[in-house]
């Protein structure tokens, strides 16, 4: 199915819900706020006769409900908090990047100092709501975060997030298996590895052991083994938490770790909507004229199908590129055997820290198109148009294609 966004903002859904003495726990309208106040966020300051007010936008409530409250009456600590250093965020920005607060005597603050801090607190809302969606809908245990303290974008309007493949409407070749290993405790001589004419890609410390190039069987819904296989490690989903933010040098988004990663682990999939090679040459020169693209061509056994990340994706969707990654592509068999339809799992080349940002390359083999072949057919000067590479690493081309 194709979504389109909500046009009307959570202040006009907040007032019709109101009106109707209706619920709607995703916009913060619940049996308790439709009775009650409670404090969302801060939109400005002032100083009267020697007091403080604060300008609180209620939970719940449209903004044209605002009111002006004494500091005495407010118990929103962390509001307060918030407030406060985006209030001085702003003001430092002012000054390039040095510190700077109001004098004592300022009794209102400028337009533009409250306009900013609005905004930030509404984006603070949106990305937690984004973060709590992510939460809801990925299916491993590991917690997905969200953090931008670069600017003021908020959660991209037309990204949903899947955690396997969609495929296109008339692409029905995500057919199941019948049959799988009959090993009591794998890898036995007729494990699912052996059985397609391949080593088991896993040592006993579940780390990988075959080199990039090679397939990976894992073994199936099908098979004797238990969830604790030790040939069942992509299909878990992605074991580490993570973090997606806004990158300081113009890459957007990006992903960082949140947890230490040893080399030749599982981080995780790149999953999408499954097209034809035909449809992604066409959604290519779109994605060109726009300067990006999350095209990944599925060339493991032919060139057939491409998965396209753009509108439908998980975590990978945000991953950047680097010339000298710390992720590595690989093909997956697990559920379905069609050479064609490998899944995409990307594995660790190196032990990764945490806190640091996971990249591959978009050149690998099997990786995402941004070379000419998305501009086969496309005017040479258009051919020629090359994307800045800002990966930022000793080895780097200096463009993506």
Not at 158 to 166: L, P, V
Not at 258 to 281: C, D, H, P, R, W
Request: charged share 25%.
């Amino acid at each position: 199915a194709w979504y389109v966004p909500c046009l009307a903002s959570h202040e006009t859904l907040q007032e019709l819900c109101r009106k109707e003495n209706l619920t709607c726990k995703s916009i913060g309208i619940t049996n308790r706020s439709l009775k009650s106040y409670e404090v969302e966020y801060l939109c400005d300051y002032k100083v009267e006769e020697g007091k403080a007010y604060y300008l609180v936008k209620w939970k719940g409530w449209p903004e044209s409900s605002n009111t002006w409250e004494p500091r005495k009456h407010l118990n929103c600590p962390l509001l307060i908090q918030n407030f406060l250093r985006d209030k001085n965020e702003y003001l430092s920005r002012g000054r390039g990047g040095k510190a700077m607060k109001l004098r004592n005597h300022v009794k209102t603050l400028k337009p533009a100092i409250a306009d900013y801090v609005v905004k930030k607190a509404k984006q603070r809302i949106a990305l937690q709501r984004w973060k709590e969606e992510l939460n809801r809908k990925k299916n491993h245990k590991a917690m997905i975060l969200v953090e931008n303290t670069v600017d003021l974008e908020g959660p991209p309007l037309d990204f949903y997030y899947i955690n396997e493949y969609k495929p296109a409407p008339g692409i029905n070749v995500l057919n199941g298996i019948t049959s799988g290993c009959e090993c009591a405790d794998c890898p036995a001589e007729k494990c699912c590895p052996k059985e397609a004419g391949f080593i088991l890609a896993y040592n006993k410390r579940k780390k990988l052991k075959i080199q990039p190039g090679l397939p990976i069987y894992e073994c199936n819904s099908y098979c004797r083994c238990g969830p604790d296989c030790p040939n069942r490690i992509v299909q878990k989903g992605t074991p580490y938490s993570l973090c997606i933010f806004r990158t300081n040098n113009g890459r957007g988004w990006g992903v960082k770790t949140l947890q230490k990663i040893k080399t030749n682990s599982f981080v995780m999939e790149y999953v999408g909507e499954v097209i034809t090679s035909e449809e992604a040459e066409r959604r290519g020169q779109f994605y060109d004229n726009q300067g990006n693209t999350y095209l990944f061509d599925l060339d493991y056994d032919s060139d057939e199908f491409t998965v396209d990340a753009a509108r439908y994706g998980n975590v990978s969707h945000f991953v950047n590129h680097s010339c000298d990654p710390n992720l590595q592509v690989f093909n997956v068999f697990i559920d379905n055997l069609d050479l064609r339809l490998p899944r995409i799992a990307l594995f660790s080349t190196r032990t990764i820290k945490a806190g640091e940002e996971l990249t591959f390359d978009y050149q690998m083999k099997g990786s995402i198109d941004l070379t000419s072949d998305s501009a086969e057919g496309l005017s040479p000067s258009k051919k020629s148009i090359r994307t800045v590479c800002k990966c930022g690493a000793m080895c780097c081309r200096g463009y993506l294609n």
